[in-house]
């Protein structure tokens, strides 16, 4: 059985414990977060602004760009 450490806290990964990847590493579920505001997006949508990973919340008021049309946030 291959060993992988966290890339967030770089401690090893158990059979035992929740594992997230993002598609290039992997993480324990409790190390998985926001950038932004630290909430955990194991199992959540997240969206990468600048190599960095925020939740939807997050993207939603800081990232967002807004439609001069109707003026709601586009997402997508």
Do not use: W
């Not at 190599?51 to 946030?73: D, G």
């Amino acid at each position: 059985m291959s060993q992988f450490n966290c890339a967030g806290c770089n401690q090893r990964m158990t059979f035992y414990d929740t594992k997230v990847s993002d598609g290039q590493k992997q993480y324990h579920g409790r190390c998985f977060l926001c950038n932004e505001c630290h909430t955990s997006l194991a199992g959540k949508p997240f969206f990468t602004v600048k190599k960095q990973r925020v939740c939807k919340k997050c993207f939603m008021k800081n990232h967002a760009k807004v439609c001069k049309y109707c003026n709601n946030k586009i997402v997508g």
